[in-house]
């Protein structure tokens, strides 16, 4: 099992910064990418942007405005977010595929909120 905990969600009005941490505990050996995943009320959970192996992927809406980043060591992936808008506002989930590719392991969210 693997245990994803996100932190650094909160309120920010547009145009703001935020940075997203989530850390890894558990099999780490069982989980290669790591990535964002957001939900805005009403909405479908969307990806945000996917880091592997040091290849990183983003949402078109993001591109340019959000970095994703990962510290082995420490097990952690960050989320940098710049010039927030308040459609970027929904709760953001960290997400880890176990290698096998069966299945994908979730953080329990963290709450952003861009003010107008």
């Known amino acids: 099992q693997v245990q994803l905990v996100e932190s650094g969600g909160g309120l920010v009005q547009a145009g703001g910064s935020l940075r997203l941490s989530c850390a890894a505990s558990?099999?780490?050996?069982?989980?290669?990418?790591m990535g964002w995943y957001r939900q805005a009320p009403g909405k479908q959970r969307e990806l945000v942007a996917l880091?592997?192996?040091?290849?990183?992927n983003y949402a078109d809406s993001v591109k340019g405005r959000f970095t994703i980043s990962r510290d082995n060591a420490n097990h952690t992936v960050y989320l940098q977010m710049n010039s927030l808008k308040p459609e970027d506002t929904g709760v953001y989930y960290c997400?880890?595929?176990?290698?096998?590719?069966?299945?994908?392991?979730w953080g329990k969210g963290t709450l952003v909120t861009v003010s107008s």
């Open positions: 997400n880890a595929p176990h290698v096998s590719g069966q299945w994908d392991y």
């Open positions: 558990g099999s780490i050996f069982s989980i290669n990418a």
């Open positions: 880091i592997s192996r040091g290849n990183t």
